[in-house]
C-alpha cells in the first residue's frame, strides 16, 4: 500500500501519530507537507465530531418529562438509607432508630436554609460532622459558615441523640446566581 | 397478619408529624411477622417542625397500643423533611 | 426550594452520592440533552438512546461513589451510557453484512446532502450514511475518547478490527469531506 506523501507511513500510521500527541516526534511525517495535510485533516474532522454532538445537544435542550419522571420514580425507590442509628427507648422490646440518609438529609437541609449557601456532601462520624458547602459570589465566607454551623448543631440535637463534638464547614466552592433567598 | 397491617398502618399516619410511610418489605408499608413474639416494623418520614426521637417513641407506643402482649416494635425514622 | 440549577457538578455530585434525588435530577437536566445526542450518534436510532440514557442514569445512581473527580462528571456518564449503547447494539439482531453496507436512509435526503450548507452538516449527513459498524467506532473513537483495546472490548470484537473499521470509515469521511469543499 502506498503511503502517503513521500513516506510509506498510512492514513492509519498518521492516526496513531495524532493519537500518541505526535510525540516522539517523527521528522519524517512532520517535514512531509501531504502528510501535514492529512493530519490537520484528522485532527477537523475529530473535532468537527464532537462539535456536531455538542450542536445535536444544543439543538435539542429539553428532556422529555415523562421520560424524566419515569427515571425519577426508578431512582426514588432506592432509598440511600444507609446505617441505623439507634434512639433511646426504655421497653426492650422497643427498637427506635433514625437513618444515616435521614440525618445526612437534615444536615442538608439547615445548611441550605442559611442564605446563600449550598450544601455539598455530608460526612458523618459518631461525634463529628464535616460538610462542605458552596457559598454565594458576595457573602461573607466566615458568617455564612458559622451560621451553617449553627444551624447543623441546633437540628442534629432536636432530632438526633448523637453527641456532637464538632461540626466542620469547609467552604470549597461558589456560586454566582442567588439561591432562593439570597440577595444577589 | 394483615388485618394488623392495616390498623397499624392508619395508626402511625394519623401520628402528629407522621408525613409518610416507606416500604420495609416488598409492597409493604408495616412489615408484622412471627407469632409469640409478633414482629411489627415500620418506615417513617416525620415533620422536621416535630423532634424525630420523640416522634419515633409516640409511634411505638401507639403501636403497642395495638399489638399483641410482648410484641417486638421496631421504628426507623427514614427522612425529617418539611 | 433552593436552587440547585446553579450549583457546581461538583456538589451535585456530592448531594446526589448523599442521596439527594433532587440534585442528581439537576445533574440530568444538565448533562441529559448531551448524552442524548452522544447515544443517538452512537446507537444511530433516536429512540435506542432514550432507553439507554436512562439505563445509564439509574446505573450512575447507584455507583456514585464512583465517580472519582467530581469534576468530570459528564464524561463518567457519557462512559456509563456509552457501556449501556454498546450492551444494547451487540443484543441487535446479527445482520453484519448490513453493517458493512453504506445506509441509504438517513435523516437528510439526498438534495439537502447535496446542498449541506456547513461543515457540520456535510460531517452529519456523512455519518449518517457510514456503515453502523463503522459509525460506532467512529462515534466511541472521536467523540467518546475510548482506546481501541476499550472500543474493541466493548463492541465485543477484537482490536484489529476495531482498527480496521476506523481506517475505512476514516477514509471515507476525509474523502467526503474534502469533496464538500
Redesign the interface.
Known sequence: MDGIGGTTYTLDDLSDYLDSGRLPVNAEIEADAECQAVLASLERVGSLSRELVARDADENPTLDESWFGSLFATIALEVKAGKDIPLSSSDPHTSLSITEGAIRELVRAAGDSVDGVLVGSVRLSESVVDISISVLLGIPVTGAAEAVRQAVYSDLFKHTELAIDSVNVTVDDVHVIATEGGTA | MSDLATIVEEAVRAVPGVTSLFSVGPASLVAVSGTDPVRIAVSVGVDRSMQAPATAAEIAAVIRSIAPAGADISVRISRVAS | ????????D??LA??A?????NA??AL??RH???L???A??LTGSAADA?DVV?EG??AA??QLDTLGEPGKVRAWLATIVSRKATDRIRSRKPSSELDEERAEDSERGPEQRAIATS??DA??DV?SALPDAQRQC??LK??GGYSYEEIAERLGVTPVVV?GR??RA??T??AE??AWR
Not at chain 3, 1 to 8: E, F, H, N, P, Q
Not at chain 3, 17 to 21: E, K, N, P, R, V
Open positions: 426550594m433552593i436552587d440547585l440549577a446553579a450549583a457546581s461538583a456538589l456530592g448531594r452520592a448523599d442521596g439527594d434525588a442528581f435530577g440530568v437536566r441529559g440533552p448531551y442524548r445526542a452522544f443517538t450518534r432514550d436512562q442514569l439509574i445512581w447507584d461543515q457540520l460531517l452529519s455519518l467512529w462515534v472521536e467523540v482498527r476506523l481506517a476514516r477514509a469521511v476525509i469531506m474534502e
